[in-house]
């Protein structure tokens, strides 16, 4: 009489042990576009406010001087006639640059332009609402223009209004894809024959 041992086996979740997981991860690489960080960004910004500030100087003053307008502020308005016209060429170099280039001189200098998320062509409203809106805002307060240091993709207030970027032009990233996708069919497993 032989005697007969049963051995039972642990309880898996899985009912077939040999089945596949019913979904694969496919990983694809792309290359998209560096974003400009806040250093690079800030130079720029310092070259625009320098040629403003010459533009300024050799344009602008000699008129109000030759006028005989007052260029320091009243005490009874908030900006002098010199200052909002200051303000409009600030905001104009800003919106004429980027909506005609891409860049002002000093994005150009640094290597960086302005995108559109989608990768669409810059529109007039996109240039209203980063250069002059959100740029407004983002110079009265100052503040708004460290949030390039903490956004993920590197974006200051005006860039978010207006969903832009400010990217390296010739400077990429590797990025890498995770999806799942469902298995279409069965596995075959090594050595068999179809």
């Known amino acids: 009489m032989t005697d007969h041992i049963e051995q039972s086996q642990p309880m898996n979740d899985n009912p077939e042990p040999n089945r596949p997981p019913e979904f694969e991860i496919i990983r694809t690489e792309r290359f ?3 974003f400009a960080g806040f250093w690079t960004r ?3 910004y310092v070259i625009d406010l320098l040629i403003v500030s010459s533009i300024s100087g050799i344009f602008i003053k000699p008129i109000f001087r030759v006028l005989d307008i007052k260029i320091s502020n009243p005490s009874f308005l908030l900006f002098s006639p010199y200052k909002v016209t200051l303000l409009i060429l600030f ?3 800003f919106a004429l640059m980027t909506k ?3 860049q002002t001189v000093g994005k150009m200098i640094l290597g960086i332009k302005v995108v559109r998320q ?3 062509k810059l529109t007039w409203g996109t240039i209203l609402f980063r250069e002059v809106i959100g740029r407004f805002i983002s110079k009265l307060l100052t503040i708004p223009y460290l ?3 903490f956004m993920p993709k590197k974006e200051a207030l ?3 209004f207006a969903d832009t970027y400010v990217v390296h032009e010739q400077a990429f990233e590797k990025e890498v894809i995770e999806s799942k996708q469902e298995r279409k069919g069965e596995e075959l497993h090594a050595g068999t024959i179809v």
Do not use: E, N, S, T
Request: charged share 20%.
């Open 158 to 160: 005006h860039d978010l």
């Open 32 to 34: 998209r576009p560096k």
């Open 118 to 120: 989608d990768g669409g």
């Open 100 to 102: 005609m280039a891409g």
């Open 91 to 93: 905001l104009g170099y």
């Open 147 to 149: 949030l390039v240091i």
């Open 42 to 44: 800030f130079w720029a």
